[in-house]
C-alpha cells in the first residue's frame, strides 16, 4: 500500500524559506517518478517539481531558481526546498508517485497523492 506524507508546510512572509517534505511507505522512491504540486483556491492544480528515477529534474517557470526538488532514497522522501517565496506561492502543496509519467513529470497524471500541506506567504 503506497502513502505519501507532506510536512513541512506553514506561514512566511515574503523573501524566505521552507522545505516540504514528503515522507512514503509501501514502495521505494529510487523506483518511481516523483513530483510535487500545488493549488490555491479556486485554481487548478499545477505541477511546480519533478525528478525522473535517473534524478533528472525538471520546474516550473515560476519557480524556476527558487525551488528545488531533491530526495533522499534511504530515508524513503522527497523534498522541496523553497527560498524567496512569493505571496503567489501560497497554495496547498502535495506530493505524488507515479510508475510512468503521462504527458511530462508536471502533468498532474499521478497514481499516488500525499494529503497536502499548506504554505501562505503573506
Known amino acids: 500500500h503506497v502513502q505519501l506524507v507532506e510536512s513541512g508546510g506553514g506561514s512566511v512572509q515574503a523573501g524566505g524559506s521552507l522545505r516540504l517534505s514528503c515522507a512514503a511507505s509501501?514502495?521505494?522512491?529510487?523506483?518511481?517518478?516523483m513530483g510535487w504540486f500545488r493549488q490555491a483556491p479556486g485554481k487548478e492544480r499545477e505541477g511546480v517539481a519533478a525528478?525522473?528515477?535517473?534524478?533528472?529534474?525538471m520546474y516550473a517557470d515560476s519557480v524556476k531558481g527558487r525551488f528545488t526538488i531533491s530526495q533522499d532514497n534511504a530515508k524513503n522522501t522527497l523534498y522541496l526546498q523553497m527560498d524567496s517565496l512569493k505571496p503567489e506561492d501560497t497554495a496547498m502543496y502535495y506530493c505524488?508517485?507515479?510508475?510512468?509519467?503521462?504527458?511530462?513529470?508536471?502533468?498532474?497524471?499521478?497514481?499516488?497523492w500525499g494529503q497536502g500541506t499548506q504554505v501562505t506567504v503573506s
Open positions: 505524488a508517485a507515479a510508475r510512468a509519467w503521462i504527458c511530462g513529470g508536471l502533468a498532474p497524471y499521478y497514481k499516488h
Open positions: 509501501g514502495y521505494s522512491t529510487s523506483s518511481y517518478r
Open positions: 525528478s525522473d528515477k535517473d534524478g533528472t529534474t
